[in-house]
């Protein structure tokens, strides 16, 4: 038994249950995103919030204290991304990444956007031309310091 095993039982119950993420997250009280991070191994769930994943799809007392366990951090089984819609994003990356870089620098200095102290809001935006994923990224600014 290890974390990846606990995720893949959440997975092929999830499917059989019909379930969603934004249902899932309701009921742990965090927002999908966060929870759908947290259920696919990403992030470390406290003990109430494992008890009611736990509930939700079935798992024992051992696969509700992986889910407690602080994970190895990152998913993609390669460098590049195989998966056409995760491609997508690092596309996005590779194209508009230094753009990014250089707005983000210019508004706040030298620094980084955190990945910690972060937020992220994926929603439908409905339009004539075809629906489009809108995407909201926000992270905490953190400054580089001189010593």
Not at 82 to 99: K, M, Q
């Amino acid at each position: 038994m290890n974390r990846n095993d606990v995720t893949e039982k959440i997975i092929t119950t999830k499917v059989s249950k019909g379930l969603t993420w934004e249902s899932v997250a309701k009921k742990v009280g965090m927002s999908k995103e966060w929870t759908t991070a947290g259920c696919l191994g990403q992030m470390t769930f406290d003990e109430k919030q494992a008890r009611v994943v736990g509930k939700i799809f079935g798992l024992n007392a051992e696969e509700q204290k992986w889910l407690q366990t602080v994970p190895y951090k990152g998913s993609l089984p390669t460098a590049i991304p195989a998966d056409p819609l995760i491609y997508r994003l690092y596309e996005l990356v590779n194209v508009y990444g230094t753009t990014i870089k250089e707005l983000i620098h210019e508004e706040f200095g030298d620094g980084i956007m955190s990945a910690i102290d972060f937020s992220m809001d994926i929603v439908r935006q409905p339009d004539p031309k075809g629906d489009r994923v809108n995407m909201v990224l926000s992270g905490k600014f953190l400054p580089y310091k001189s010593y």
